[in-house]
């Protein structure tokens, strides 16, 4: 099974970090780092959801469950348990 970690990191680098040089990591600020904002978060909401087939409830999608990569991959986990 993929690394979901990675797999979320990956996406969030190639689609929302524009300077190559920015390091980004699991536990980098997302949202109050400026690096994702509220349309992106739409986006990639749609994202995990299409790429693990999970429905996030919006109240569950909150600016500070996506605030880094390590609490959307526990947001996601939470919605994945059991399949």
């Known amino acids: ?5 990675q797999v979320i990191l990956d996406y ?3 689609e929302y970090v524009e300077d190559e040089d ?3 990591t699991f536990d980098t600020p997302l949202i109050s780092g400026g690096i994702v904002d509220s349309f992106s978060m739409v986006s ?3 994202f995990l959801e299409n790429k693990y087939q999970i429905s996030i409830p ?3 999608a909150s600016p500070e469950a996506f605030d880094t990569v390590d609490l959307i991959v ?3 986990k939470e919605f994945t348990a059991g399949k």
Do not use: A, P
Not at 1 to 5: A, G, L, P, T, V
């Open 1 to 5: 099974m993929e690394d979901i970690k």
């Open 12 to 14: 969030v680098i190639e």
């Open 22 to 24: 920015e390091e980004v």
């Open 44 to 46: 990639l909401k749609r």
């Open 58 to 60: 919006d109240e569950k």
């Open 74 to 76: 526990e947001l996601v």
